[in-house]
């Protein structure tokens, strides 16, 4: 590690997962690298992961095999061409983990263990590589490892990225924007720091805080692309946001996954009576995409009353359950609930975003320098809805990529890096009433639950972009009156966050994928097969057919499997 903090370097990563720590890895060889991490090692949604990481390994599994289960899941509006990169490149992508230290577990019982590989809902093959039920952890491990190793990267942890450093805000003649770092507050001292560099990586994962119930850890408020969409990056597909059909339900569980691998693994879903209720749904069951499966348990929590429904895998036997879920036994045992004789109580939650910070093929975007990879971007390979296990995948590939063309540009192009401001607090002063941002934080996932929820409607997000507007007006001012916290710039993040998703549903007059507006039930591929783009600056209101939808109240189509009262 570097001895002394460097406030300039070639390659700036702001984010520690997955995606953050493969590109510092492969950067490092081609330069300096400085990682911002607002939290400690090893947290990140990474960390997190359970179920595992996709990509064809199997002789009977094949890249036409996973390019489609993708498309599938991803409702058609997954970009053919990143599909199949991202599949191809897989394999080689996963024995770099490999050669890294990552072990993956093996099936037992032969004179070469192969690895036991797993199969989720949307997967026609078992292809999931997994490390147990803890896949995240085991590649945090092996990445910290590494990198900690690495001469030429240097770590700071609680850290939290404020602004990029686009040159284009500081001189208004620059036609070609280009970002040369980003101010960062170190949240043990309070000081706003100038961070420099050659080309900065995006890399804060995603924003499932956004919501008042999540399986993200408390990092996890949009910043990227709150930051990406202030610097002129165009953002897309964020109406698509996943659902994770099943988190633990206990008063004492704090955003505990249930892993879909147990769906995978035959476990069933049943309302409090008993009845297994996904086959009223899809033909696949427990094995259909998360979106159809997500809804499923809303509609019946919401049309019988439920506070919860159960998941048993108790059938799979009391050896099987605890060898391949012990992550998962453990910590429900340890709020009493043996899964292996009890099933699991669950309720969905927000869970992954499938949009963000657009990019190409190799992660830059449209802003010279600046790239962005993981979940914080849209790179056009889960469409409407990922596919389960595709995004360490995608993190993998893109971090790679992204390291890639980042270190091209950085040896070819030696232009001297502008000597950008310092952070100016202005006339800002100590605040006195932060009641403001912990009222308007709950205010804002409390209306993203009940408003931009699961299942959707146009009063709904009509009542969600008048509160969003109105809230966004008190943040801004707060924001330059008074001295910036960490808690401050996750508000000012979760409320872009926010009204990015917002209007994109609004925007989009179909139901696809991880989007259902009970206004619109069907999906619409004659004007809709494509993304939605939100480009900053461009001021946005509701249209007329949108307004005039408001009156009168119609009657709502009901869910396939729904009881027609």
Not at 390 to 397: F, G, R
Request: glycine fraction near 8%; proline fraction near 5%; hydrophobic fraction near 40%.
């Amino acid at each position: 590690m570097l001895s002394i903090v460097a406030m300039h370097s070639d390659f700036l990563v702001i984010g520690s997962g997955l995606a953050g720590l493969s590109f510092a890895l492969q950067a490092a060889r081609a330069g300096v690298v400085t990682v911002l991490t607002k939290a400690v090692l090893p947290e990140s949604a990474t960390n997190y992961a359970q179920g595992g990481i996709a990509s064809v390994w199997s002789p009977g599994d094949s890249f036409a095999a996973h390019s489609r289960d993708t498309m599938s899941a991803g409702a058609d509006l997954c970009h053919p061409d990143i599909v199949d990169l991202v599949v191809r490149e897989g394999p080689e992508c996963i024995r770099e983990l490999v050669a890294l230290g990552t072990q993956f577990s093996r099936r037992t019982g032969t004179e070469e263990p192969e690895y036991d590989l797993g199969r989720e809902g949307g997967h026609s093959h078992r292809r999931i590589l997994h490390a147990a039920d803890a896949t995240g952890g085991e590649i945090m491990r092996a990445l910290i490892e590494a990198v900690r190793r690495e001469p030429n990267i240097q770590i700071l942890e609680r850290h939290l990225a404020v602004d990029l450093l686009v040159d284009a805000k500081f001189d208004p003649s620059i036609r070609s924007p280009a970002c040369w770092g980003a101010y960062a507050l170190d949240l043990n001292s309070g000081a706003v720091r100038r961070f420099r560099a050659r080309a900065t990586l995006l890399a804060t994962g995603g924003a499932g805080k956004v919501y008042l119930y999540t399986s993200n850890p408390d990092i996890a408020t949009g910043d990227g692309v709150a930051m990406a969409y202030r610097a002129g990056v165009p953002i897309a597909n964020m109406e698509f946001f996943q659902f994770h059909p099943t988190c633990l339900y206990h008063p004492q569980a704090k955003s505990f996954l249930i892993s879909e691998a147990l769906r995978g693994e035959g476990a069933t879903l049943r309302a409090p009576s008993g009845e297994a209720f996904m086959p009223r749904y899809h033909t696949a069951a427990e094995l259909a995409p998360r979106d159809v499966v997500a809804r499923a348990i809303d509609n019946e929590m919401k049309v019988h009353g439920y506070e919860h429904v159960y998941l048993d895998i108790t059938h799979r036997g009391g050896s099987f359950v605890r060898d391949r879920f012990p992550h998962i036994y453990e910590r429900c045992l340890s709020y009493g609930i043996d899964i292996t004789k009890q099933p699991i109580p669950v309720v969905p939650a927000a869970h992954y975003c499938c949009g963000g910070a657009v990019t190409d093929a190799d992660g830059s975007t449209n802003i010279r320098r600046l790239f962005a990879a993981g979940e914080v971007a849209m790179t056009g390979l889960h469409g409407a809805n990922r596919l389960a296990s595709n995004s360490l995948l995608e993190a993998l590939v893109f971090g790679r990529r992204a390291a890639a063309a980042a270190a091209a540009l950085v040896r070819h192009d030696r232009t001297t890096i502008p000597t950008l401001p310092e952070w100016n607090p202005g006339r800002a002063v100590d605040s006195d009433e932060s009641v403001v941002v912990t009222q308007n934080w709950d205010e804002i996932r409390r209306l993203m639950w009940n408003y931009v929820g699961i299942v959707r409607s146009n009063r709904r997000l009509a009542r969600a972009w008048k509160r969003i507007t109105l809230l966004q007006e008190e943040i801004r001012n707060y924001y330059w009156d008074f001295h910036i916290t960490g808690d401050l710039i996750e508000l000012r993040n979760i409320a872009v966050v926010a009204e990015l998703i917002i209007q994109s549903a609004i925007r989009r007059t179909e139901s696809r994928g991880l989007h259902y507006n009970i206004d619109y039930p069907e999906r619409d591929d004659v004007h809709w097969r494509h993304d939605t783009v939100v480009l900053p600056g461009q001021p946005f209101e509701p249209d007329a057919e949108f307004q005039a939808s408001l009156q009168p109240l119609r009657q709502r189509p009901a869910l396939s499997g729904q009881p027609r009262t």
